[in-house]
């Protein structure tokens, strides 16, 4: 091949992946392909970094495995032989078979279903404009976010907070149930300069070691699903010690009284007693967010992912309203800031077109595709699927479920995929996508407040087409309508823009991105919190519950009315006597990047965090094959000794494909689908389960 056709020129974008960080990238491109990639400095958040993941993109982009044509299922449903056809005979024979669904059934046979593989509101949401269009099934999304979101939301009544580039500016971090050093890479970055410029102590709240925790001053280290009750004692020292801002209580809270009446009897013995952390350590962390008023706790999603979630989310969310910190700069609870946006999605999505199509629960689909009626809401079995941007055959709890449904004769699935992932193997019809480098789309930053331009850098290869383009030629083939349709993937971005009055898209293509932070007051909530009196609920309203689902979830009833531990945990018992927690991977996103060779040197194989003396009471050794097993289903995983875990917990880092473990089968079919309260989601990390040898 010639070399340098082209000149090397730099292009400007975003990350496209699921994570709260949405960096904003510089991407050299040569000869029509990507090369390194690095973070923007330009960008206040990104701030010049980015994870090892992707700066090592080209190595994702220019993948030899990458699909680059579409196939057709030859062999049998999963045994993973097709042969290629063309663009035409695959959405010719999708469009017949979602009409021979919709014929059989009614259109609520076909479940169209997509996920965050791509951040890009074009590319990701734009499946939901053919899904009203045609009366299809609707998708409820709940794998990710739920628990944590309607936590937050709880208390404070809006999803968003103090700038997180405030961290910078606080004389306490405390990270709470995240890992960022490997799912959030900036939070470090501005944690770190809060420590390297204003001398701030961090903080670090999880269940193991963690990567991050390996960088605390102050590791905390807890049982899982304990955060809750972790908590209630801190904000009980905060009561008895004099540490809690009366004044802005009486101003900013519902009921201080009543909630300081409740926590009388949640003492740092008895969180003790539920965390495992010693009493002397909770007092000293209690006695530090007192005793610093610019004390910014940054929240995450890992230690949400319990049945008590949610519940943990709000109990967190009120520490700052106790000690008045939300109204320091440098202070306050910062989780997301998804509200801050507030894009109108009516072209993208097609909200003008009516519906009432039920709302199936994505965490849900193996009780959905073998066909529990509670799950199918009562309505007709799903027959057809498309899948866009997720891969639920490795990242769907209760995969043992899950895979029998996707094994079925009479479920017709077309996966639009960048590799052959294991759901895009269970498929009939397999159709080759682009990647973000290879379309134009739109970006906003969850743990941020950028609005980001991504443009298209470089032809794909091969005849992959865009999510968008594959929407089209359904809908034109299916006969759906809407002004969505007719609209390029420019368009649309232009389109968005505008309605919120965020100039066009020629003018971000200027800027790159826009910062679109808003100011200090109404992020610290200066003048009270989202509700009518603008008083935060110490005291939630969880059967009215502000996080917008089709209807309340799990135990709802039962939630408690003040923060607590709320018990509702698989707490472990004599048949299964450990808690397994399934934390991400550094190398890898939930199931992405575990195709490029890079990451799986890095991670290795499949294993199992281990206590050295639980290992030695199972006469375990390093690097031992293990049985571990829950109530759903068993994996075989390689025992790693590792003495950052309380005694009992366990930890398997994520998410591994099925077929990369002896056995073939994969964390998540440990885990359970029933969904957390009050608005639905996964308890990807509250398992209880038993280890025995091979
Ligand atoms: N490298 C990498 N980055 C990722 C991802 C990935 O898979 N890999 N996934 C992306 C996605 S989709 C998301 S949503 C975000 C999520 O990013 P995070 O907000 O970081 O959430 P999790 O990754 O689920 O878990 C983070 C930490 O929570 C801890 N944890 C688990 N249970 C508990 C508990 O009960 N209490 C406490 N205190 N801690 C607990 C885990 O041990 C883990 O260290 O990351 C994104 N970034
Ligand atoms: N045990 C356990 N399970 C988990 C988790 C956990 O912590 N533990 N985390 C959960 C969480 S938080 C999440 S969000 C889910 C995520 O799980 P997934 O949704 O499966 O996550 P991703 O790996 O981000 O993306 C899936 C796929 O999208 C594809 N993709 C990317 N861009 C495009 C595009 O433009 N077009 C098309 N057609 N495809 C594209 C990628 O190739 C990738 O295979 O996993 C959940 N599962
Ligand atoms: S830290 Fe997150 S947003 Fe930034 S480059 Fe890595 S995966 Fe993408
Ligand atoms: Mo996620």
Excluded at 36 to 44: E, I, L, M
Excluded at 350 to 362: M, N, V
Excluded at 436 to 461: A, C, M, R, S, W
Aim: aromatic share 8%; with cysteine.
């Amino acid at each position: 091949m010639n070399q340098h056709i082209l000149p090397t020129r730099t292009g400007y974008s975003a990350c496209p992946h699921d994570c709260p960080s949405t960096c904003a990238l510089e991407i050299e491109v040569e000869d029509g392909r990507i090369g390194r990639v690095r973070g923007s400095r330009a960008n206040s958040f990104t701030a010049g970094v980015i994870c090892a993941k992707v700066a090592r993109y080209a190595e994702r982009a220019n993948h030899p495995d990458r699909l680059t044509q579409p196939l057709r299922r030859i062999g049998p449903k999963g045994e993973g032989r097709f042969a290629p056809i063309s663009w035409d005979e695959a959405l010719d024979e999708i469009a017949h078979r979602f009409r021979d669904a919709e014929q059989a059934h009614g259109p609520e046979a076909v479940w169209p279903y997509y996920y965050a593989g791509t951040m890009g509101l074009v590319m990701r949401d734009g499946i939901n404009r053919l899904t009203r269009a045609k009366g299809y099934s609707r998708f409820f999304s709940s794998i990710c976010v739920n628990p944590a979101w309607s936590g937050f939301l709880a208390g404070t009544g809006k999803l968003a907070g103090p700038d997180p580039r405030e961290m910078a500016k606080s004389d306490f971090v405390v990270i709470w149930g995240t890992n960022p050093v490997s799912t959030q890479i900036n939070v470090m970055t501005h944690a770190i300069r809060a420590r390297k410029e204003r001398g701030a102590k961090i903080a670090v709240v999880d269940v193991y070691r963690s990567p991050t925790m390996e960088q605390a001053d102050i590791p905390i280290l807890i049982r899982p699903g304990t955060d809750g009750a972790l908590a209630c004692a801190v904000m009980h020292v905060l009561f008895r010690d004099g540490l809690a801002d009366r004044a802005y209580l009486k101003d900013f809270a519902d009921d201080a009284a009543g909630l300081e009446a409740h926590l009388a009897t949640r003492t740092p013995d008895w969180a003790e007693a539920i965390t495992g952390l010693p009493a002397d350590e909770i007092e000293a962390f209690a006695h530090a967010i007192g005793r610093t008023k610019k004390t910014f706790i940054r929240a995450g999603y890992g230690f949400t992912r319990s049945r008590n979630g949610a519940v943990a989310m709000h109990a967190v969310s009120c520490i700052p309203t106790l000690t008045g910190a939300w109204k320091h700069e440098g202070g306050g609870a910062f989780h997301s800031n998804s509200a801050i946006y507030g894009w109108n999605k009516r072209m993208v999505e097609g909200l003008d077109i009516p519906t009432s199509a039920r709302e199936l629960d994505q965490s849900r689909i193996g009780d959905i595709l073998t066909g529990d009626p509670e799950a199918l809401l009562g309505g007709p079995p799903v027959t057809a699927m498309l899948i866009q941007n997720t891969n639920p055959v490795s990242v769907a709890p209760d995969q043992e479920t899950v895979r029998r449904g996707f094994a079925r004769n009479d479920l017709f699935v077309a996966v639009h995929e960048q590799f052959m992932t294991e759901t895009a193997a269970m498929a009939d019809i397999v159709l080759p996508a682009t990647m973000f480098t290879e379309h134009d789309d739109l970006y906003q930053g969850g743990g941020n407040q950028y609005v980001i331009l991504g443009p298209k850098l470089v032809e794909p290869p091969g005849e992959c087409r865009t999510n968008h383009a594959v929407i089209v030629a359904l809908a034109d083939r299916l006969g759906a309508a809407h002004e969505g349709f007719q609209m390029s993937p420019r368009d649309h971005i232009d389109w968005l823009l505008q309605a919120k009055g965020r100039g066009t898209v020629e003018e971000l293509e200027e800027k790159r991105f826009l910062d679109v932070q808003p100011d200090f007051d109404t992020a610290h909530y200066v003048k009270g919190f989202n509700w009518p009196d603008g008083k935060f609920r110490l005291k939630p309203d969880w059967a009215h519950s502000r996080f917008t689902s089709p209807g309340k979830f799990g135990p709802y009833r039962d939630m408690p009315e003040w923060p607590d531990h709320w018990t509702v945990i698989e707490e472990a018992n004599a048949d299964y006597p450990f808690r397994l927690v399934t934390a991400p991977a550094r190398s890898f996103l939930n199931s992405s990047f575990t195709e490029t060779e890079g990451s799986v040197a890095r991670e290795k194989r499949p294993e199992l965090l281990l206590h050295p003396e639980d290992a030695a009471a199972l006469e375990v050794g390093e690097g031992e094959l293990v049985r571990v097993a829950s109530a759903r289903g068993e994996v075989l995983l390689h025992a790693r000794l590792f003495d950052g875990l309380r005694r009992g917990v366990v930890v398997a880092e994520s998410i591994w494909p099925n077929r990369a473990h002896a056995g073939g089968r994969g964390i998540n079919s440990l885990t359970g689908a029933d969904p957390v309260a009050p608005a639905g989601g996964a308890a990807l990390h509250d398992n209880r389960v038993r280890i025995g040898k091979v």
